[in-house]
């Protein structure tokens, strides 16, 4: 381990450094201290001799001992590096890869929140906000002044579930009830908010329907309002138009079609190209080309009188979709119920 | 509604095509739901001429037919019928042909004798019931002909959604009109086949009573019955309508029932006008009243049951008792039958409420009473009993006994409406020339005076358009007739709203996500339960018992979800939903609309993590794992109310003690491999959260000390930190409990809490004696103050 001169010999020292093959044992931490350990190590020792040296030779051997030594601390410190990457490297190939992970459980937001949040979300890049409202009202809030005519068959298409208890009294009360679409909150807020209005009221409606694969009596629904000075048909459209091209695609086409609901007028529903077969027909829109998506129109005035304001000079338009709908097109969910079942291997595709 | 091509081609007098017929409703406003064909399962049936018939040698009642199909072949058909003979065209249902049963003709023999295809009756071809013999043709035709061919037979039903706002369209004219204006067509109405040369007499007017042929026609209550038009009819015969007349109410998807009944029928097609036909026999005065029905008065109606009619209902009686109740049902007992041979025809109006308060009152929903409600002509009545008079007269025979009559209190004109372009471009942002306005609304049936000077037009509505009365009506009209998708669709300048989103939606928003990021998934709960509890809100008439209450919480619906993923075999469960809760606080009258509250709820059960074959994730929630969720959640819908313990569970109040939220083990219904249920439930605090302000990091290093405290049980863990952080005096960072330890050498009612306290000053490093100080003074409080010491 020493030469003549009773220095350590460089060569045999890496030597045995290169016979070390594995990290865990004992041997390269060993080597380290048997050469540079501060009891006993071998270079320790030729430093110490140092001072019994005479003085003419001490600068000499000084140096050549620290050569030696910085030589073989990045020997060492090679040597480890090169012990760690291939026990890396071994450990890479030892373990099967294929094995799952280690996953945690995530979370998500139901598929029908996420359509509503995207949908009032482009609404929002169009100046709208979100208003929203109680979901028991009176009668007045949800027909009469939306201009349902009293008792009249228009009503049918509304069925409707009632409270029980007595009326509320008031100009603005009757019979309470669950609302059956959104647009009281419509009414409530004109009734608070000066024009000009721009809101989208996402919530539960309610139908007295029954609760089979394409009905829930209760669902969300959403609507919207913008009523101000100059508002007309072609910003109904242009806006709602701009809306489908957002939230389906680019290339979507829409057609409007006259309809009827009596808190609008004209009334209209407005279809996108079929988002199946682009247009061409097929059974998901009867053959058509087209699928209904919303019903809109523009703000009776009968509404907007009710509403306190000046039909002549304010107008407006509303339109009201569902989410519910657009989420089993989007998810293709093929039974409405499956949203309101918290089947957990369901919720687990879709959010 | 349902719509025949063919009756809409008679009124065009044009060939369509059912697909672009429904385009161009659907375009006008009524969706076509669907375009059933009718009759094209005839297809493979041919003209067969029978040139040859002879007796079967085997049977007495079966022939042999030799038939020309049109081939060079002639065909041997074994043939039951009677009508069979020779130079007489029928059907032929050749080898290989389908019947509309379903039945496919092969090659057979019938007693030893091949038969090569069928001749068939009408009934075998799905025509009507007749089955006495061979449907003898009259056509023409060459043999060989397809029978689809050489009779107008095959139609396209179309199944039309009509709007409530539109009863013209609940008629072929009315159709045919909005067709008409779609094509740049005219319309009439088609011609009934030997109706040609009758010369029917006009109307009689009267106020409130009439007679005609001996029939006293009066009207006792004018509200529910404005106008009456009636005749009497003599010497009918009755008997099966003629086949042209029948097609067209089977292709409206109405049976034939006898030539009398199914020309009032038509009439209603046509024209949306009901109409109903009495046997003037079964009448007692003879009379036909209008009037309100008696304190209680029963009817047989025509579908036998025995009715009991309220007296807010008008009836139709004769001289004794009611024969009918108005606009909804015929009584059986002057129903037209068989030996019927002189006939009432009644064509009357009712007032639309009045009918839908008597059709409900009765829970008797019929073609008629659904056309009075959405509002009948009430200026056609005498066309409607005149095509009708000539129906029964062409199709009936019988004589007009007398000029029929039109009982009508109250006469009134349609009414008058005006319309102001500038209004028009006001609302439909694109100004149209007048004329193109005038001629769109002239096209709808409307009679229109131009006052070009004032911009406006007086617009005369027609009487079968009761829904436009107002100005933004006749704009409606307008731009419906003028084609929305001519209005452009750029978007064009607009203010923006001045309403911020609501603040309950964002805080919503932000709690949705929270409780996402927790790890749960999101449901949704019908918000209508089984069963409410004290102040809860039921409903009146609710779908079933099971949805008969509006929920007070959310949890019981998690609750049942979980059950059902259970029942799915699915055993780790972690929902929360964000959903209105509806309750009426005791004080509250209940002539208030119930109290609502947006509250957010989470339920977990099953293992804490995934499990994994390295053996994690194998330990189910436990409460601690509810704490932390129910922690996080108040922080997110309530950050001002705290965390408490209250009888054993953990609760949320707000400062002035009002209780916003809980969280505790649920009961369920479990299977005994299912964990148990935590569920927390936490309101929604709507007011906007202020952003977090930012401490600044530390510079200096901190000072731990751990102290193992021996503790009594009737002492918790947050008192102890409470005195704590009151003694340890300001340098005092952080309190953490890191463990606990019962048993052993500690005897019972005691338990050692090991805490760890983080000492820090913000400007200098702590000497070992300040935190030794702040030490002794902790230990001397935790000992005076709670009698708690240092575990030795």
């Known amino acids: 381990m020493t030469d003549a001169t009773g220095y350590p010999v460089l060569d045999e020292l890496l030597t045995r450094l290169h016979r070390i093959d594995t990290l865990d044992a004992p041997g390269l931490e060993a080597e380290h201290i048997a050469v540079l350990g501060r009891k006993s190590g071998a270079l320790t020792g030729a430093m110490k001799t140092l001072a019994t040296l005479p003085p003419d030779e001490r600068r000499a051997f000084g140096a050549a001992v620290n050569r030696v030594k910085a030589r073989f601390e990045a020997a060492i410190a090679d040597r480890r590096a090169a012990l760690e990457r291939s026990a890396k490297a071994q450990e890479r190939t030892a373990a099967d890869l294929t094995m799952p992970a280690r996953r945690r459980w995530t979370g998500g937001e139901h598929p029908v929140t996420r359509v509503i949040d995207e949908i009032c979300g482009i609404f929002r890049e169009l100046g709208f906000a979100v208003a929203i409202g109680p979901e028991v009202e009176t009668e007045w809030y949800n027909f009469l002044a939306l201009n349902f005519p009293p008792d009249h068959p228009a009503m049918d298409q509304h069925d ?21 679409h959104t647009s009281p909150v419509q009414m409530r807020t004109l009734l608070t908010s000066p024009p000009p209005v721009r809101v989208v009221i996402p919530g539960m409606v309610y139908r007295n329907d029954p609760y089979d694969p394409s009905h829930a009596p209760a669902f969300a629904q959403i609507e919207g309002l913008a009523v101000d000075e100059g508002i007309t048909f072609v910003d109904l459209k242009a806006t709602l138009a701009h809306w489908a091209r957002r939230f389906f695609a680019a290339d979507t086409r829409v057609r409007f079609r006259p309809s009827y609901f009596p808190f609008t007028e004209p009334s209209a529903e407005m279809d996108v190209s079929c988002r199946l077969c682009g247009g061409g027909g097929c059974p998901a829109c009867k053959g058509t080309g087209w699928m209904e998506v919303l019903g809109c129109g523009m703000v009776h005035p009968a509404v907007i009188t009710n509403a306190g304001l000046d039909a002549e000079r304010y107008t407006g338009f509303a339109f009201g979709m569902g989410p519910a709908r657009m989420a089993m097109l989007r998810y293709g969910v093929t039974d409405i119920r499956q949203l309101y079942e918290g089947d957990m291997r369901f919720l687990e595709q879709v959010t | 509604m349902n719509l025949s091509r063919r009756w809409l081609e008679a009124f065009l007098r044009r060939p369509l095509d059912a697909r672009d017929v429904a385009d161009r409703m659907a375009m006008l406003g009524a969706t076509v ?235 209603m097609l046509e024209l949306n006008q009901p109409m109903h036909a009495y046997d003037l026999a079964t009448l007692r005065g003879p ?48 129903e037209v039958g068989d030996a019927t041979t002189d006939i009432v025809l009644e064509c009357a109006w009712f007032a639309p409420s009045r009918i839908r308060r ?84 002239v096209a709808i049936g409307a009679t229109v005076v131009s006052k070009p000077e004032d911009r406006r037009i007086a617009v005369d509505v027609p009487g079968w358009r009761p829904d436009l009365r107002a100005e933004i009506d006749l704009i409606e009209e307008v731009a419906r007739i003028h084609g929305y998708d001519e209005f452009p669709t750029a978007l064009g300048r607009f203010r923006v709203g001045n309403l911020p989103d609501a603040p309950a939606f964002v805080a919503a928003a932000g709690v949705r996500r929270g409780l996402a990021g927790q790890g749960l998934l999101e449901a949704v709960t019908l918000p209508m339960v089984p069963e409410g509890g004290e102040g809860a ?60 509250r947006i509250c957010a709820a989470g339920v977990i059960s099953g293992a804490r993590e995934p499990a994994h074959w390295s053996g994690t994730g194998r330990e189910d929630v436990d409460r601690w794992d509810l704490k932390g969720l129910f922690e996080a959640a108040v922080a997110l819908a309530f950050p001002s109310a705290s965390v408490q313990v209250e009888d054993a569970s953990w609760v949320a109040r707000t400062d002035d003690g009002r ?11 479990a299977p005994p491999w299912a964990g148990a249920v935590y569920g927390f439930e936490v309101e929604l605090d709507p007011s906007a959260r202020p952003a977090p302000r930012v401490r600044a990091l530390p510079v200096t290093p901190a000072s731990e000390r751990d102290l193992a405290l021996l503790v009594p049980d009737h002492v918790s863990a947050a008192q102890v930190e409470a005195r704590i952080r009151d003694a340890a005096g300001p340098l005092l ?41 702040a030490e002794a003074r902790v230990l001397g409080a935790l000992e005076t103050n709670l009698e708690i010491r240092r575990r030795s």
């Open chain 2, 733 to 773: 960072e952080r309190v953490e409990v890191l463990d606990e330890y019962r048993g052993g050498s500690l005897g019972a009612g005691l338990r050692s809490v090991a805490f760890r306290l983080t000492f820090r000053a913000p400007d200098r490093t702590l000497s070992a004696e300040e935190v030794d100080k």
């Open chain 2, 358 to 441: 008597a059709r409900r009152a009765a829970g008797l929903s019929t073609e008629a009473s659904y056309r009075f409600e959405r509002g009948v002509d009430l200026w056609n009545g005498a066309e409607a009993l005149r095509r009708c008079i000539e129906l029964v007269l062409a199709t009936a025979g019988g004589m007009l006994a007398d000029a029929p009559v039109d009982c009508w209190p109250q006469q009134s004109h349609p009414p008058r409406s005006f319309l102001r372009l500038d209004r028009l471009t006001q609302v439909l942002g694109v100004e149209l020339p007048l004329h193109t306005v005038e001629q769109h609304l």
């Open chain 2, 33 to 267: 739901d669907s375009i059933e064909p009718i009759h094209a399962d005839l297809g493979a049936i041919r003209i067969g001429l029978v040139e040859d018939v002879r007796p079967h040698p085997n049977a007495d009642r079966l022939r042999i037919a030799t038939v020309n199909d049109g081939t060079e072949t002639r065909r041997n058909v074994v043939c039951g019928a009677p009508n069979v003979e020779p130079g007489r065209r029928y059907p032929f249902a050749p080898i290989g042909a389908t019947l509309p049963g379903g039945l496919t003709i092969e090659k057979r023999k019938l007693r030893g004798e091949v038969s090569e295809g069928m001749l068939c009756s009408a009934r075998e071809l799905g025509m009507g019931q007749d089955h006495t013999g061979l449907w003898e043709l009259e056509t023409d035709a060459a043999p060989g002909t397809p029978l689809l061919e050489a009779l107008p037979l095959d139609d396209d039903r179309l199944v039309v959604d009509v709007t409530p706002n539109r009863p013209d369209l609940l008629g072929h004219k009315g159709a045919a009109r909005e067709l008409a204006a779609s094509y740049g067509a005219t319309y009439r109405l088609p011609p009934i086949p030997g109706a040609e040369s009758l010369d029917v007499l006009p109307a009689q007017r009267a106020a409130h009573e009439a007679s005609t042929g001996g029939v006293r026609i009066s009207i006792e209550d004018p509200d529910g019955c404005p106008r009456f038009h009636a005749a009497v009819i003599r010497g009918v015969r009755i008997g099966p309508s003629p086949e042209w007349l029948r097609r067209r109410l089977e292709a409206a998807g109405v049976r034939s029932i006898s030539n009398v009944v199914d020309a009032t029928n038509y009439v």
């Open chain 2, 537 to 596: 809100v039921r409903l009146q008439n609710p779908l079933s018992t099971d949805y008969g209450w509006l929920r007070q919480s959310l949890l019981p619906g998690l609750v049942r979800q979980v059950e059902l993923n259970w029942s799915n075999h699915v055993r780790d469960v972690r929902l929360f939903e964000i959903g209105t809760v509806f309750t009426r606080p005791s004080g509250r009258s209940a002539a208030e609309l119930p109290l609502e």
């Open chain 2, 659 to 669: 209780l916003v939220g809980r969280a505790s083990r649920l009961d369920a219904d």
């Open chain 1, 160 to 180: 409707t579930l009632y409270v029980d208890a007595p009326p509320v009294e008031g100009e603005r009360g009757g019979r309470q009830l669950l609302r059956t």
């Open chain 2, 287 to 334: 009379a036909l009243v209008a009037r309100r029905a008696r304190p209680g008065e029963r009817l047989v109606t025509l579908d036998g049951v025995e009715r009991a009619i309220d007296a807010e209902t008008t009836v139709i009686a004769d001289a004794e008792r009611a024969v009918g109740i108005a606009g909804v049902m015929g009584g059986a007992e002057t």
